[in-house]
């Protein structure tokens, strides 16, 4: 039983430097920003973020109460 927990514990370990290697090694390493709105690719085609559209609705003068 202990052996196992113990193996269970290193295999964690292993599996959350494995991810952070990256970070870890690589200078001024962060994690990397994966919101929609500083997505370039999403941004030249007009997506925003739910809710971002969902504030501006909320602001804008079109007249539409809900």
Same mark, same amino acid.
């Given at each position: 039983?202990?052996?196992?927990?113990?193996?269970?514990?290193?295999?964690?370990?292993?599996?959350?430097?494995?991810?952070?290697?990256?970070?870890?090694?690589? /200078?001024?390493?962060?994690?990397?920003?994966?919101?929609?709105?500083?997505?370039?690719?999403? /941004?030249?085609?007009?997506?925003?973020?739910?809710?971002?559209?969902?504030?501006?609705?909320?602001?804008?003068?079109?007249?539409?109460?809900?």
């Amino acid at each position: 039983m202990l052996k196992l927990v113990i193996l269970a514990l290193a295999l964690i370990a292993f599996a959350v430097f494995a991810l952070s290697v990256r970070i870890i090694f690589k /200078r001024n390493g962060r994690f990397p920003n994966t919101h929609i709105s500083q997505n370039e690719a999403l /941004r030249k085609q007009g997506i925003q973020c739910a809710s971002h559209d969902d504030n501006s609705c909320h602001q804008c003068s079109c007249g539409i109460k809900e």
